[in-house]
């Protein structure tokens, strides 16, 4: 209890205002602010990421992100998702907010409009920007898993529905909808230990991080010069996807999210990497890394695949009507067995 008390005093210590009024709300746009006053420290039981919903209720809902991908147990679908645009690239600069970088997408340079998405065929979905989800070395950093497996980071490409200030949120019926208006394109990211080489397009972004300003008591936005990543091919050719209904991954964790999980992971040069590593907020030695959320149970949901889905351990198909009950490792033993709350711990003296 009393080191998670110090690690939140000091990452309150990294932002000038520990308490920041937007946090709570629950109005679905996510908070455009490093003053955010949650923490991915596991073992804060008021605030850590086991214990969001102590004060975002939303984050013990039944559709939260992210998941673990169970492969013996996805359906096969058709789905094409297509983007139609004004470039191949991306206009933007990198502005630091909820403990990641962010590439914000200037909208009249770079227009990339999204449909064909699953149970959301009559909608299109705006990018709108990048972040990136890591760890430090050795350490999984992606958010999402299959078959318990990650990788060393996770790209999270955020879409929101054109119009969905409006009033489309309760016009669609259809299985498995609620109230997406935000498409999340999941992009795992691996090192590439044998020819250390960046995936193409990417390497700018990377490249920029080192001018990004750390939001802290006198820059609040923390913005780089703007520039430009791409082309990036897994914009135009999406290839082999997963998709399934969950949420936000950080506070407060909305369920309005499809997600599109994209199964061929992109690399990464170690050099590239160790940019991110280098992030800290402002006037503090906190990294920014292990902005990593573990994975939720599956509940009710089921995850759809536009791909024959090889199950590499076993050497076998898995698509079709396949029912296998045989429950492999879900990676979310955590969820059982957290203790969040402050009442009565004073026998936890980790
Ligand atoms: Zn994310």
Redesign the pocket.
Known sequence: MVVATVILLLACAAVSNCVGPDIYSDSGNPVETCHVNWTYDRTNKTHGSFCWDMFAPTCDGERQSPINIETKKVTFMFFDPKYQRNTNTLTGHIKMAER?PKFMIDKKKSSFILSGIPFHSDKRFRLMQF?M?FHEVNVKGS?HRVDCEGHDGEL?FVHEEISSMNDARTSNNNAGTRNANKV?LAIFVTIDEKENKTYPGLGPFFDNLKNAVICGTDKVSGESETFTVGPLEFLTTPGNLYSYEGSL??PTCNETVTWLVRHTPVTVSRAHFEELLKLKWENTKISVHGNVRPPFPMNDRKVYTNFKVRNEKNNENHNGNNNNENNGPTCTEWYESRVCGTESDDDDDN
Do not use: I, P, Q, S
Request: aromatic fraction near 0%; avoid cysteine.
């Open positions: 990641a972040h989800h958010e999270h999340v991954t950080t």
